[in-house]
Nanobody, 124 residues
Framework: VQLQASGGGLVQAGGSLRLSCAAS????????MGWFRQAPGKEREFVSA????????YYADSVKGRFTISRDNAKSTVYLHMNSLKSEDTAVYYC??????????????????WGQGTLVTVSS
């Protein structure tokens, strides 16, 4: 599967963005989907994940209550709605697909396919 992330940009603190990740190549509903991010000089970290049906979601504590993950299997797209953005949310955001395991995971090594990343910059 090929993943194409989009929607990043420059936003002021307190603002909102919606990231999208469009998949192509195979049946989208067979994949658990996740979002990760990597800030300059830091390791890649888990942000959120969603089950194949969209019924189960996980969030990092740092984004819980501010970010919402969702998916539209008919459109082969997963979204990350980001509200109340903070400067510490500045990072390159990556979407990822997990084909083997049935449940969402915070472990980046479980994900088989990765998008190219989209940069989110939050100015304070």
């Amino acid at each position: 599967v090929q993943l194409q992330a989009s929607g990043g940009g420059l936003v002021q603190a307190g603002g909102s963005l919606r990231l999208s990740c469009a998949a192509s190549g195979r049946t989208f509903s067979r994949y658990v989907m996740g979002w990760f991010r990597q800030a300059p000089g830091k390791e890649r970290e888990f942000v959120s994940a969603v089950s194949r049906s969209g019924g189960i979601t996980y969030y990092a504590d740092s984004v819980k209550g501010r970010f919402t993950i969702s998916r539209d299997n008919a459109k082969s797209t997963v979204y990350l709605h980001m509200n109340s953005l903070k400067s510490e949310d500045t990072a390159v955001y990556y979407c990822a697909a997990d084909e083997m395991f049935g449940s969402p995971s915070r472990d980046y090594s479980r994900y088989d396919y990765w998008g190219q990343g989209t940069l989110v910059t939050v100015s304070s």
